[in-house]
C-alpha cells in the first residue's frame, strides 16, 4: 500500500494542473477472498475512486483465485470460465490477474487493439460490445437480478422515478 502511494507522488496525473502535481488515488489491498485489508489514499484522492479502486481489488483478487472457474459455473456462468480455458486461462490460480489484465479479456479484439481477431473470452462480441456491455460484467448483473427475484423491467410504482 504504502508503495502504491509513493509511486503515486512520482507519477503526474493528465487531468492534474498545474504540471508539478502528483496523481491522486485511493489504495486498497484484499486478501484472496476480496476482503479489505487496508486503504490508503492521496490527500485529494478523488471520491468517485473510493468504491471503484475497492472493486478493482476485488475483481482481480477474484480471477487469481483458485476457485474463480468454479464460482462462475456455480453462478450459471460456465461459458466465460470456458471460453476462458480454450484460450489457455484457467481461473484456476495458476495465473496472477490485475485489474487491468481483466478489463483486456473483456474486450472484443484478443489481444485488444488488432482488428480481426477472436473476441476476449469475457467479452461479448461486436456489435453488441459496447462500454455498458462488456460480456461476463453485464451477464453477472443480470444473474444477481435473478438470482433475488428482481426484474429491472419491473420497478413498483413507489420506486418509479417521477
Aim: glycine share 10%; with cysteine.
Amino acid at each position: 500500500m504504502i508503495y502504491g502511494i509513493q509511486t503515486a507522488y512520482t507519477l503526474r496525473a493528465a487531468i492534474r494542473n498545474p504540471r508539478d502535481s502528483f496523481v491522486q488515488v485511493n489504495v486498497f489491498v484484499v486478501d484472496t477472498d476480496g476482503s479489505i485489508l487496508g486503504y490508503l489514499g492521496t490527500p485529494d484522492a478523488p471520491f468517485f475512486g473510493f468504491d471503484v479502486s475497492a472493486q478493482k481489488a476485488r475483481a482481480a483478487a477474484f480471477f487469481s483465485g483458485r476457485n474463480a472457474a468454479s464460482e462462475l459455473r456455480a453462478a450459471g456462468l460456465g461459458s466465460f470460465a470456458d471460453r476462458a480455458q480454450q484460450d489457455g486461462i484457467a481461473f484456476d490460480g495458476s495465473i496472477a490477474f490485475s485489474n487491468r489484465a481483466v478489463g483486456f479479456i473483456h474486450r472484443p479484439f484478443f489481444p485488444d487493439g488488432i482488428d480481426g481477431t477472436p473476441l476476449g473470452p469475457l467479452s461479448t462480441s461486436l456489435p453488441e460490445w459496447s462500454p455498458f456491455n462488456v460480456g461476463l460484467q453485464l451477464a453477472i448483473s443480470f444473474a444477481f437480478f435473478t438470482h433475488v427475484g428482481c426484474s429491472i423491467y419491473a420497478v413498483p410504482r413507489q420506486h418509479q422515478l417521477q
